[in-house]
Structure formats: structure tokens, C-alpha cells
């Protein structure tokens, strides 16, 4: 089928790489295997895919490397596929853009059902939006966020980001000028409470501003840090 959601399955263990593909494959998703990083990366450059599962744990180049070569190029949602006490790497990996993270050992229904959730939430998957009556939209100078359709535009231009940088600023936007605290952040959208990964919510409002710059440096200033405390989202006069 032609509108089957592309997945790629980068692991070097080769059991958990089939047992995905077959969960997966149930599911009716397109399932691709890379055995490693470099396998992986090279494919995910060359190809689109609607969700990447990325083993963070590789000989040689890594989940995490994998996933920040990836960003500089691409917005593809990632699951990043941890063992358990790699707490560490985890917020490695949320640094570099990672928008989830399954704990190893895992079952396939929960891989299944995470795949499924990140793929409503991503703007890539337009198949598996619900249609609404009323429009979701958040109308700015210069910033346009159509949450139906997972969409942001800056002064009339697309802005690609990822799902988890899309959450970000949907969530700052729909409070403006209400300051948010790097915790309340990292609770609300990333649903994630540990103490010493602050920096994850640093590094995502960091290549945001950078997407919307490009597009619009009127936008990207609608972005404020609010010393010591956290970050707003500030609505200009004009």
C-alpha cells in the first residue's frame, strides 16, 4: 500500500531488529533494518521514513551520533531504544533531538503503540491526522501554528521541525507571555521528571530559534529567555 508508514529499524542485534519488523509488519507499517550506525545514517539521509528506531548502544558510531548527524539534515521523528541504567545517554539523546525512548527490555506492543503515538503527532504523517470541525489554529505576527495539521508557518513559509520541537512551541505559544520553568518543560511536554537533563530543554529551544531564524528572525525573537527562570513565548506589538 502506498500510504503505509515508513519505519527503519537501526540495531545491531539482529533478534530485536526481526522481532520489531514482525510486530510492525502486523501492523501493516513498511519496515526497513540497518545492522549499525553507519548503515542507518546512510539510510536515513538517502530515504524518507515517517519513524526511525535507533539503538543508542552500537559499535561504532552510536545512537546518539547517529541521531546528531541525522539533525543537521533531517527533521525524522526518532525513538531512541536504551537499556535500562543508561540514564545518561538518554538525555544525550534527548539533547540531539531525539522525541522518545523506549527502555530495553521492552514488549513489541509498547514498541508498536509508541511508533503509533509518535506518528500522530508527527507533521510528516498526514494520513493520521483526524479531521476536526473547528480549526486549531494559533494566529501571530509573523507565526502561524495549525495544530490540525501539525503545521507552522513564519511570514508565509514552512517551517520543518520535529515533533517534539513542534510540542515545544505549541505549548509555549498556547500561554503567551507566561513564563515557564525549564522543569515545568520538561514535565509537560517531554513527560519526563529526572533531575540533571535541564540542558534537553536548552538544546531544543536553541534549534528552534535556529529553524525559525532562517525563515524569520521576527518569529524566532517570539522565543524569550527569561534569565534564572526559563522561557516565554512573547507576543510583539506590531
Given at each position: 500500500?502506498?500510504?503505509?508508514?515508513?519505519?527503519?529499524?537501526?540495531?545491531?542485534?539482529?533478534?530485536?531488529?526481526?522481532?520489531?519488523?514482525?510486530?510492525?509488519?502486523?501492523?501493516?507499517?513498511?519496515?526497513?533494518?540497518?545492522?549499525?550506525?553507519?548503515?542507518?545514517?546512510?539510510?536515513a539521509l538517502e530515504q524518507d521514513y515517517d519513524?526511525?528506531?535507533?539503538?543508542?548502544?552500537?559499535?561504532?558510531?552510536?545512537?546518539?551520533?547517529?541521531?546528531?548527524?541525522?539533525?543537521?539534515?533531517?527533521?525524522?521523528?526518532?525513538?531512541?531504544?536504551?537499556?535500562?541504567?543508561?540514564?545518561?545517554?538518554?538525555?544525550?539523546?534527548?539533547?540531539?533531538?531525539?522525541?522518545?525512548?523506549?527502555?530495553?527490555?521492552?514488549?513489541?506492543?509498547?514498541?508498536?503503540?509508541?511508533?503509533?503515538?509518535?506518528?500522530?503527532?508527527?507533521?510528516?504523517?498526514?494520513?493520521?491526522?483526524?479531521?476536526?470541525?473547528?480549526?486549531?489554529?494559533?494566529?501571530?505576527?509573523?507565526?502561524?501554528?495549525?495544530?490540525?495539521?501539525?503545521?507552522?508557518?513564519?511570514?508565509?513559509?514552512?517551517?520543518?521541525?520535529?515533533?517534539?520541537?513542534?510540542?515545544?512551541?505549541?505549548?509555549?505559544?498556547?500561554?503567551?507571555?507566561?513564563?515557564?520553568?525549564?522543569?515545568?518543560?520538561?514535565?509537560?511536554?517531554?513527560?519526563?521528571?529526572?533531575?540533571?537533563?535541564?540542558?534537553?530543554?536548552?538544546?531544543?529551544?536553541?534549534?528552534?530559534?535556529?529553524?525559525?531564524?532562517?525563515?524569520?528572525?521576527?518569529?524566532?525573537?517570539?522565543?524569550?529567555?527569561?534569565?534564572?527562570?526559563?522561557?516565554?513565548?512573547?507576543?510583539?506589538?506590531?
Amino acid at each position: 500500500m502506498e500510504n503505509e508508514p515508513k519505519i527503519l529499524v537501526v540495531d545491531d542485534e539482529e533478534r530485536i531488529r526481526r522481532l520489531i519488523r514482525m510486530y510492525l509488519e502486523r501492523e501493516n507499517f513498511s519496515v526497513e533494518e540497518a545492522e549499525d550506525g553507519e548503515e542507518g545514517l546512510a539510510l536515513a539521509l538517502e530515504q524518507d521514513y515517517d519513524v526511525i528506531l535507533l539503538d543508542i548502544m552500537m559499535p561504532g558510531k552510536d545512537g546518539v551520533e547517529v541521531c546528531r548527524e541525522l539533525r543537521e539534515k533531517k527533521a525524522t521523528p526518532v525513538i531512541m531504544l536504551t537499556a535500562k541504567g543508561e540514564e545518561a545517554n538518554r538525555v544525550q539523546g534527548f539533547e540531539v533531538g531525539t522525541d522518545d525512548y523506549i527502555v530495553k527490555p521492552f514488549s513489541p506492543r509498547e514498541v508498536v503503540l509508541r511508533v503509533k503515538a509518535l506518528l500522530r503527532r508527527s507533521s510528516s504523517t498526514k494520513f493520521l491526522q483526524t479531521e476536526t470541525t473547528t480549526k486549531n489554529v494559533l494566529v501571530f505576527p509573523h507565526l502561524t501554528i495549525d495544530n490540525d495539521a501539525h503545521r507552522v508557518t513564519a511570514d508565509d513559509e514552512d517551517v520543518n521541525l520535529t515533533p517534539k520541537e513542534y510540542e515545544l512551541l505549541h505549548f509555549l505559544a498556547k500561554a503567551p507571555d507566561k513564563v515557564f520553568e525549564r522543569e515545568q518543560l520538561l514535565k509537560e511536554v517531554w513527560q519526563y521528571e529526572f533531575f540533571g537533563d535541564l540542558r534537553t530543554v536548552d538544546t531544543h529551544v536553541k534549534r528552534l530559534r535556529e529553524k525559525l531564524s532562517k525563515v524569520s528572525t521576527d518569529a524566532a525573537k517570539m522565543i524569550v529567555t527569561v534569565w534564572g527562570v526559563g522561557y516565554k513565548f512573547e507576543v510583539s506589538g506590531d
